[in-house]
């Protein structure tokens, strides 16, 4: 059996088998959650024919997969938008420039956004997203974010609950902000000038609520999560975790992007290669002082093991082997997507006794925190995170019990020796 080794594109949920005689067949398997969860559409065969099979996945089958997982909120989108409307706005958004320089999970969050505003159903019935912008006044959109902001939710003792999902709905402005903006340079003489989405005064909380902080770990929390992990056998979340603790990384870095050739490479065998995929910030960050003495020694050895392995490719990969693969697969999906590992962190997190609110994400937040009891000055901590303002910074490095002593100590000590210098010109009396 002679079969050509190049895989064509294939559409989502799509996947092809080599049959016993040669040729392939083409199937269409939707994903296991959704059968799960009541999804009407059942696996299929499509035949050996590709373009057959490409073409009724695309046409038939996936838009009735996005129909029921939408609620049927993609079918009211039209198929090629009215120009002057929202949904023009949105798909010259889409195919600028500007979209392909936005960050994978950032897309996503203005796809989400953008397909909330736009598929609004107004008192007359129609969506938000065919009305023509020439038309958008500061009061509209005001109102239709406020519709947004509140949903009402029927209960099963037939009741209905309102609840603010404030945070989703001041990302969909955000999205329809930047979505204008970008129109406007493009279509100058179509779209106007002045963007209706700007300055709304969007508040990150409802007025009265206390902020929510993101859990922050401790050392000791590092250590006891480390231990677990390794326990488990999951020794690359390990090394991960101290990694984000050392050199603040988000995990979307962590797992996604930080390869083999970013650590020690020839040109480069002192340093490590740091990129922060969020504000496309890149730094080399030294691994030795200036007498040579390893500032990260129990990182180093753990990732000089990593490489010894692995030659190439993402650093951090699945410590178990998949059942359709003989190479370790990465944390991160193809589609970027970390949940599987989010699932396995919580499961570590149990094992190891700690607090059930921490999260991976709360490493990085208790390096800066570290950072920031450790008296680092905002600069230091700035170029450590690589974030360009110093309001940034509260958000990571959480205000401790140490820090008010320090700042008290230095308040009093400023204090004493301003005493002792109005002591030496006082007068002396005679």
């Known amino acids: 059996m002679n079969l050509s080794n190049t895989t064509p594109a294939l559409p989502r949920y799509c996947r092809r088998k080599a049959l016993k005689h040669g040729g392939w067949a083409y199937f269409f398997e939707p994903p296991t959650w959704a059968c799960k969860q009541g999804c009407p559409l059942e696996s299929e065969a499509l035949g050996g024919d590709y373009a057959a099979a490409v073409d009724r996945v695309k046409n038939v089958l996936l838009p009735a997969f996005d129909s029921w997982r939408s609620r049927g909120l993609t079918d009211m989108s039209p198929a090629s938008p009215a120009p002057g409307t929202f949904d023009w706005l949105v798909w010259i958004f889409k195919t600028h420039q500007k979209w392909k320089e936005v960050d994978h999970k950032t897309r996503r969050l203005y796809d989400q956004g953008l397909a909330l505003f736009a598929n609004h159903e107004l008192k007359d019935g129609s969506r938000a997203g065919s009305k023509q912008i020439s038309a958008f006044t500061k009061g509209f959109v005001d109102a239709v974010y406020a519709k947004l902001l509140v949903v009402e939710r029927q209960q099963a003792d037939g009741s209905t609950v309102k609840y603010e999902r404030r945070r989703f709905a001041n990302a969909a402005m955000t999205a329809c902000r930047r979505a204008w903006f970008v129109g406007q340079r493009a279509h100058e003489t179509k779209v106007p000038e002045i963007n209706p989405f700007s300055r709304m005064g969007l508040r990150s909380r409802t007025p009265g609520q206390p902020a929510r902080e993101t859990p922050t770990a401790n050392w000791a929390e590092l250590v006891a999560f480390r231990h677990a992990a390794q326990t488990l056998g999951f020794c690359s979340i390990a090394t991960a975790a101290l990694l984000s603790w050392e050199w603040l ?89 970390l949940r599987y590992l989010r699932s396995v962190v919580k499961k570590i997190i149990a094992a190891a006794g700690l607090r059930n609110e921490l999260s991976f994400t709360s ?55 301003m005493v002792a210098f109005n002591d030496q010109l006082a007068p002396k009396r005679t």
């Open 249 to 337: 990384q988000r995990e979307e870095h962590v797992f996604g992007i930080f390869e083999i050739a970013h650590y020690r490479p020839e040109g480069r065998p002192d340093s490590v290669r740091i990129l922060h995929p969020k504000n496309g910030e890149e730094a080399w960050w030294p691994l030795f002082d200036e007498s040579g003495t390893a500032l990260f020694p129990e990182l180093m050895t753990e990732l000089d093991a990593i490489k010894e392995r692995h030659t190439s490719g993402l650093v951090f990969r699945r410590d178990h082997p998949h059942r359709r693969s003989s190479v370790s697969l990465p944390w991160i999906t193809e589609r970027k997507d």
């Open 363 to 417: 490493f990085r937040h208790g390096g800066f925190t570290e950072g920031a009891d450790s008296d680092l000055t905002d600069a230091e901590l700035r170029t450590a995170g690589r974030h360009r303002s110093r309001h940034q910074l509260p958000t990571y490095a959480k205000r401790t019990r140490k820090q008010l002593i320090v700042a008290s100590k230095k308040r009093r000590l400023q204090r004493c020796g």
